[in-house]
């Protein structure tokens, strides 16, 4: 990454999310290199409008990441691509088949468009679901992604998570990549339950 000046470009996908307004706003206040940032989402928010991004350039992009070539055209140019596009589903209520097209084929279209137009810096937003439940209830205390822990997926959301992110630690190294893996823990979001 090139330091100083506005010379940076960055891709958040699925931006118009819960978290993904979040790192707009955050990366928006806190990235004094930030010289482009594209919003990736399946559905644009309104409020992107009424965003003061200064001298940013802000670049919504209404797209899928289950279309590759989407994907791709999002990305192609960019220095770092913030991953948080998904389907949360933690209450069982969406088509497994679409959570995982969406999680894993989703997150496998990232990757490859990362390493196909260029782009080194890939954060993957991950989630606890993707260490549990040990059937064992065996305690999962300072750990990280090296921690052996003997995880039995049942639920569809939980498995992609899991999934994805063991795609993602398999891609780091490829070609020029330097990825990394979020786990939100404890603070983390949820919506309240179906009634
Ligand atoms: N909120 C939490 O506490 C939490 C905890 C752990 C992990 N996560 C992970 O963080 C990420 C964001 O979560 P969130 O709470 O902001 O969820 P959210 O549902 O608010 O946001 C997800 C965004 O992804 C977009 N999206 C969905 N399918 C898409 C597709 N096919 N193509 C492009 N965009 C698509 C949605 O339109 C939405 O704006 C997810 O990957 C989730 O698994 C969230």
Redesign the pocket.
Known sequence: MTDGGRNLVYLV????????EHMIRTLLEMEPRLKELRV????LGPWLEALNPGSVQVTPIQ????RAEDVVAAVAGTDVVIH?????DVWGQNDPEVIHR??VQ?TQNVIEACVQTGTRFLVY?????ALGPNKKRQPFYRGNEDTPYEVIHTEPYPRS?ALAERLVLEANGRKAMLLGCIH?QLE???PDPPQ
Request: net charge negative; proline share 0%; aromatic share 12%.
């Open positions: 996908t699925g931006g118009c999310g819960f978290l993904g990736f989402d399946l559905h797209g899928d990441v289950t948080m596009a998904g389907l949360v969406v999680n989703g937003t991950s989630s606890m679901e998570k939100w983390s979001w949820a």
